[in-house]
């Protein structure tokens, strides 16, 4: 088995002997996007399970001395598999992946603030996280899903689309981080979506070379014409569409403001912001849109949370809330959990065991796992809305 390295692919699913590998393009510069997607088939995964959990750093001395410490928690992890009774040449299969990271040199230059390795019979990947993690390593029937569950939340993130017509880019974007995606099969710009020769009817276009276009119409009205931006936006939006799949996370789209309307009536994307972060974004600072698409959204992530706490908060002594681990992960193994509450910073727990079962059943029968940023939102280590 080999775990794909190197900066750019992330969250890669591996196995051996015709096993499905998936690559993720979903590369927020050096951070990975943990999908649902993705922590679903993870919450499918049948064990043992090892995960491994590492601080990281952008720069400086610390980046050295990773691969040692991720060598160190290797070893605890082997040594936790042989209490568990796996024989030692199993181990040593399961934790190959892991291990190969110890010698990237690539990849130890492009980390994030915190990195999450997951290795099972069959499966192996790693994510290089915008957020802190707690150093540990966990050997068990599940993987340690509850430090991912803040990329899962309602303040997830958004997608801001950069749209003109010379230059097309995609970004991720969280609270405190955004990174480009790569395109992928998304087209870069209308030269490329709509041949030269069919864009010369359009009037949208002249020749500055014998390779080479010029397009035009970036602040003007009577420079564009509505058929052939509909068409460029189709373009766009069909493969960019196909690859968000069923997420959720606003689509922010930085650009000259007779866009999002046109761009809005053609896309297939559940949720196109409806204001734009406006003017040409093609040479504007990524800092400069970051904040300007956050400040769009930022109230629709609170309402979202606060809708949330409202609906436990409702249903408390109704007999379709739960707050205990044990009871929790119980109902989730039962299907009965719709929703499940977690604070972003929770209080110490006896077993994280249990809220580790309640985050993976809650998953496996299609519910909801959310984080709280509000402080105090939960006076338990989790909350659980009932179907039944």
Same mark, same amino acid.
């Given at each position: ?187 870069? /710009? ?7 020769? *069919?864009?010369? #009817? $359009?009037?949208?276009?002249?020749? &500055? %070379?014998? =390779? ?86 930022? /109230? ?7 809708? *949330?706490?409202? #609906? $436990?908060?409702?249903?408390?002594? &109704? %007999?379709? =809330? ?67």
């Amino acid at each position: 088995m080999e775990l794909a390295s190197g900066a750019g692919r992330c969250g890669e699913r591996v196995g051996e002997m015709g096993t499905d590998t998936t690559k993720n393009e979903a590369v927020l510069g050096d951070i990975d996007v943990v999908s649902h997607q993705e922590i679903q088939r993870m919450a499918g995964v049948a064990g043992p399970c090892v995960t491994v959990l590492l601080p990281s750093t952008r720069f400086g001395p610390d980046t050295v001395g990773a691969p040692g410490r991720l060598r160190h928690r290797l070893q605890e992890a082997a040594a936790r598999l042989a209490d568990a009774g796996v024989g030692e040449a199993a181990a040593g299969q399961l934790l190959a992946p892991l291990h190969a990271l110890e010698d990237d040199t690539e990849f130890w230059q492009h980390q994030a603030d915190g990195l999450a390795l997951f290795a099972a019979p069959g499966y192996a990947a790693r994510f290089r996280l915008p957020i802190e993690v707690t150093e540990q390593v966990v050997v068990g029937e599940f993987f340690r899903l509850r430090p991912l569950v803040p990329l899962l939340s309602t303040d997830g993130g958004l997608f801001l689309l950069a749209l003109a017509q010379n230059s097309v880019r995609l970004f991720h974007a969280t609270r405190h981080s955004i990174g480009e995606l790569r395109l992928g099969a998304i087209p870069s /710009s209308m030269s490329e979506a709509i041949p030269q020769e *069919e864009m010369a #009817r $359009y009037g949208q276009s002249h020749s &500055t %070379g014998p =390779t080479s276009t010029q397009f035009h119409g970036q602040g003007n009205e009577a420079d564009y014409d509505k058929v052939a931006l509909e068409r460029f936006f189709r373009a766009v939006d069909r493969p960019l569409t196909a690859r968000l799949g069923t997420r959720r996370e606003p689509l922010v789209l930085a650009c000259v403001a007779y866009y999002l309307p046109i761009y809005s009536a053609v896309s297939r994307y559940p949720l196109v912001w409806q204001e734009a972060v406006e003017g040409n974004p093609e040479h504007r600072p990524v800092k400069e849109l970051h904040d300007a698409a956050w400040s769009l959204v930022e /109230s629709h992530f609170a309402e979202g949370e606060a809708h *949330e706490l409202d #609906r $436990y908060r409702e249903a408390a002594g &109704t %007999g379709r =809330t739960l707050a205990a681990p044990a009871e929790v992960a119980a109902a989730a193994g039962e299907g009965r959990v719709d929703t499940l509450l977690l604070p972003l910073e929770p209080p110490e727990v006896a077993d994280d065991g249990e809220v580790d079962r309640a985050v993976v059943e809650t998953l496996r029968h299609g519910g909801r796992v959310l984080a709280l940023h509000e402080e105090s939102a939960l006076d338990s280590p989790v909350g659980a809305l009932l179907r039944f």
